[in-house]
């Protein structure tokens, strides 16, 4: 149906626009494309648009997710096969000042698609600040229905399944990286967190301590998690966003062999897809090695 290329930006409410900008800006180091009274656009370092802040009445909830697909794509053809698969969709101009039309549609569970084809890069603001985060590289949900999610989100939008965790845990794909979207089975649906993709361990060190200089601690990490095999640290935001920070995600650069890079930590020759069991470590390294997995992380 759809082959999406790349995770482009999600649109999060916040109840305190400025703060929100200072985090983003001082602490995070992405930059400023546009903003007015209730809204902001910022951008990683090299112009790719991550992150839209809109004012409202509760904070750090995720209400639309906007994904590239292959530029000079014909967006109201595919507005005519989602409407043949029950899907109604709808084209809307000027999304954000680098997305001058999208493809909008709801999915399975209710969160708003903004699907895009050309996209115009961000000029260099000439600022180096804060982490400064190469990409933005996933976003995880909490769902009542992981099946039916990943069912959409294969089928609709051409993701592959990287690996599931058990029947409650899914890792899908839409690149070479392990994963782009997770979904964990919860009673209460929410974003669960959001994923910025630094250069290497080095500035995982350098984003735990610049964290740390600006009173904000870690919730988990660093560590080495199993699936996807990604170095990360966690923490939260102002606003309640769990924020992640990784490097060294597994990749999957030739999807005919049907197998991850080689690395030597992985536990089978080849590292293929599949289901992982209850022994699944969380990380190889300190807190949360112990095998229970409870929770995510």
Known sequence: MIQVKRLAHATLTTTDLERQLDYYTRIVGLSVVARDKK?????????????????????????????????????GELASKLQKEGVKAELRSGITPGVAQALCFNDNKGTMLEIYADYTFAPDDKQQTGIMPVKFGHVAYRVLDVQQTVKFYNEMLGFRTSDFRGDFFAFLRCG????????????????????????????????????AKNDIHLVWGPGRHIIGHNVACYHRNADGVRVEFFCEMDQMKDEDLGYFEPRPWHQDRPQRPKTWGPDTLRNYWGFGSERTYPGYP
């Open 176 to 211: 070479v990286d392990h994963h782009t979207v997770n979904f964990v089975v919860d009673k209460e649906p929410t974003l669960h967190h959001i994923a910025f993709e630094v250069k290497d361990w080095g500035e995982i060190h350098r984003a735990a301590e610049t964290l």
């Open 39 to 75: 809204t902001a656009v910022l951008a990683t370092k090299s112009g790719q648009e991550a992150i839209v802040l809109e004012q409202a009445d509760t904070a750090g909830q995720l209400t639309r997710l906007s994904f590239q697909i292959k530029p000079g794509s014909d967006l």
